[in-house]
């Protein structure tokens, strides 16, 4: 018997099919943004009455959300196994998060990324940085030599910043981050983790994974009210310029004899979150992160592991389906699974699973452009390279709130559209 779901919001909603009729929705687009935990909309809407503005008023109610504000960013901290002095600053998303350390590395950084990165991952640095892509590595102990061998042949005498994903947007496999992490040590890198497609699957420690930041987006952790998180060393980030300038990330601004303005940027959290903050956001984060200890990582992960052997399985028996993979046999992934089907385009195959089983998944290129082109060019029995190829995939992803039915409707329909 396979554990009950944990409530998510959206589970009464009905998708029109093609036919003209109606069928309970199957959310299967997790990876984009999952759905809101029913404890999640409890707390926030329990919270709504006491909204108030943050760090700005005396008022009850002022008061009362810097509170809440504040507490929120320790519960991240706590979920994140952080370290003392490690900072928790509350960002829009994942991109958010990646750009605001673009902005905050230090004088002369290098900076060293795989091609397979999500966008969000792969594009920030080169504004700010100097930029070595790494080749998609064909396993994780290839991702490590890789890594080691970029930081072997690197100028020491500069700062330098890996960036690695914690799991794939789009294979759903898992990247060996502790041994990524001491790679980067080894060599006197910093290391920055998107956790994008890792935090709402896997528990993730930043002091025992030895990363030095951390970033994800609350609408993938079952939180979507428009807010992130960057965690983790203070010292790039207090001596960066501030994100944006603004009130609240100051500590005096004042005018000069010169005619001008003269500020003194706050040096803490708040350095990086000028304007009113995203308090709803900020709470509906660490009501998810909350909920979530409260499950048990264990007991989620045997879950979606279970449900994810029956997908995998009832995939592999079809001949016309290619799941597409980095690592390849034996590989770990999270709930999330790309595939391409022979003779099918991957947008018109999506949309018959929505017109016709009111599936939602996803199709395209998942913000990986280089890594779905190198995977769809080889299922397609092309070269790997940075041709053009075949391209789009679809992309089924799942989590906590998805129920045995909706991975069963997925295979049946899958089954039924390519036989
Ligand atoms: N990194 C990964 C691995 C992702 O999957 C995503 C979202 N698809 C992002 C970064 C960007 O997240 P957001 O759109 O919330 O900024």
Known sequence: VTPAPLPVLGTEVCAPLADGTEIPYAALDYAASAPALRRVWEDVAAYLPYYGSVHRGAGHLSRLSTDLFEESRRTVAAFLGCRPDDRVVFTRSTTDSLNLLATSLPEGCEVFVFETEHHAALLPWQRTASVTYLD????????VATLDAALAARDTARPALVCVTGASNVTGELWPVPELAAAAHRHGARIVLDAAQLVPHLPVDVAALDVDWVAFSGHKLYAPFGAGVL???????REAAPYLAGGGA???????????VETDWNTDD???EAGSPNVVGAYAIASACRALAEAGFENLAAREQLLLGRLVSGLAELPRVRVLSLFGEGAHRVGVVSFVVEGYDSSAFAAALSDRYGIGVRDGLFCAHPLVRLLTGAAAGEGAGCGEGPLNAVRVSFGAGTPEEHIERFVRAVRELTA
């Open 136 to 143: 998609a590595p064909r396993s994780p102990v290839a991702a």
């Open 270 to 272: 708040s350095r990086h």
């Open 250 to 260: 100051t500590r005096r601004v004042a005018r000069t004899a010169d005619g001008g």
């Open 231 to 237: 965690a983790g060393r203070a010292d790039w980030l």
